[in-house]
Each structure stands twice: as C-alpha cells, then as structure tokens.
C-alpha cells in the first residue's frame, strides 16, 4: 500500500503557482520524496525528489518540512500542459509504491 | 530519442492468446522494471533487473507471466493464455542503478493491452 496521502483533485489557475501537497509522515531515514506526474495515457515522468533540504529544478520545487512528514510540490507559473495526476511516493528501496495521486487542473 | 522505448504501443488480442511485449530501457541503465496501471489506478510493480538477472517478483505476476532480460539490454513480458483481467497499460522503467544519478526511474510510452 502507498505511504503517501495526496488529495484526490486541485484546481489551479493557468499562470499561477500550483502547490500540491503530500504527508508521508511514516517515512523512514533512508527514504526519499518522489515526485512523478502522468498526463492522459502517457507513461509517469519524473519531476523531482529530495531527502531532507528542498529541492528545485527547471520544472518545479520541492518544499519538505524539517521533520518530513510532509512535502509540497509547486509549479511556480501553471500551464494547461502540467493538468496530469501528480503522484508523491517515498522511495528507498528498488520499486515505487504508486497511490491514486492528485489529479491536477488547470483552469484557463 | 534517448528515452525508454515500448513496442507496441496498442495491443488488442482475443482471450487466450499469448501476446508478448518489448522495452528498450536507456543506454547504460542496468535497472530495468515493469508496472502494469489499471483505469484509475496508480501503477503497481511486476518485477525488476539488475542487468539480466530478475531480482524481485509481485505477486501480480502469475504463472502466466514471464519476464526476461536476456543479454541485460531490452526485456520482454510475455503473458500466455491472456484473460479479460489482463486488460491494462503494461509499463516499462529504467534507473542507473550504482551511476552518480541515483536510482530515478524512467517510464516508457507504455503498452496498451486490451483483451476481447
């Protein structure tokens, strides 16, 4: 079973900052917080991961609390093309445990 | 393209067909894994490599299933006998596994199985 809570939906504004949020307050030591998107029947993509220190790269930051129980992702300027379902997973060991995700929209 | 590559990408078959699938994971990734994603679902694990040696098996993997890495580049998934549960999208992941990157996994397109 997924170790992640993630709101099932979330609207967002085109060109507004979209945060989506995860708990994952089971997570051991040694885990880190994935995250993947999947647009309509395409295969996941990866977005970004981190383990303690927030994290950005050129398609979004990862903001995780000090005591990792939780993480948000945020797209800083939502466009129609990042409407997918957002999954957080934590990953230490060889398989990603899958939940059922955020599904995002973006609204234009 | 440098990405994981699937073939085919569609596959309708009748029930009780075999049908077997290829992924071309990235060049140097020695981790190769397969998923299988229901309507709704996230999806869930079937087995992984480690160049061409199958490490770990779910128990979503009947007797039906057969995976294999041979000369530990591509893989196939094969399933015999294919039954009306089977219909899913069959997913291919690599990771540079050892590699400075980390072990990220990579998804492919996806195989889009349906069973009449």
């Known amino acids: 079973d997924a170790k992640t809570t993630q709101p099932p939906s979330m609207d967002c504004a085109e060109g507004r900052a979209a945060n989506l949020p995860c708990n994952h307050s089971t997570i051991s030591g040694n885990e880190y917080v994935y995250w993947y998107r999947q647009i309509h029947s395409q295969g996941p993509q990866y977005i970004i991961h981190?383990?303690?220190n927030n994290e950005t790269n050129e398609m979004a930051s990862l903001i995780i609390t000090e005591d990792r129980k939780s993480s948000t992702l945020i797209l800083p300027h939502a466009t129609l093309r990042d409407t997918a379902v957002y999954y957080c997973?934590?990953?230490?060991?060889?398989?990603?445990?899958f939940g059922t995700g955020t599904r995002l929209t973006i609204i234009p | 393209d440098t990405g994981v590559s699937q073939d085919p990408r569609h596959k309708i078959t009748k029930r009780g067909q075999n049908v077997t699938f290829r992924c071309d994971p990235i060049?140097?990734?020695?981790?190769l894994y397969w998923y299988r994603q229901t309507l709704g679902q996230g999806p869930e694990f079937l087995t992984y490599f480690q160049n061409e040696a199958q490490l770990e098996k779910s128990r979503l993997l009947s007797d039906r299933f057969s995976a294999e890495r041979p000369k530990g580049s591509f893989s196939t998934l094969e399933i015999q006998r294919t039954e009306q549960g089977d219909s899913a999208m069959y997913l291919c992941?690599?990771?540079?596994?050892?590699?400075?990157?980390?072990?990220?996994?990579?998804f492919g397109p996806g195989t889009r199985l349906t069973v009449l």
């Open positions: 992941a690599s990771s540079p596994r050892w590699a400075s990157g980390g072990d990220t996994q990579y």
């Open positions: 997973i934590n990953f230490g060991n060889e398989k990603l445990t």
């Open positions: 981190g383990l303690k």
């Open positions: 060049s140097e990734h020695n981790r």
